[in-house]
């Protein structure tokens, strides 16, 4: 990430000896708690994504098994 973008403090609240063994591995605790979140984001955003769109999912997976894919790829081609 660019270390351009702006960083807010923020007080959170970890277990004990999960600081302590990350300490003793010389994570970075700050940046190890972005980077969950950043990955917590992308998940939750990809099960947004899902569930916003489930409804066309179905109907483009139904009209598939009905009509088959609108162009045959190449190797199926006569």
Known sequence: MPETVRRKRLNI????????EA?????NISETAEAALVDALKKAKETAW???NADAIRAHNERIERDGPMLKPLWARD
């Open 13 to 20: 609240t970890v277990r004990e000896d999960i600081i302590e």
């Open 50 to 52: 899902l569930r916003d």
């Open 23 to 27: 300490k003793a591995h010389g994570l």
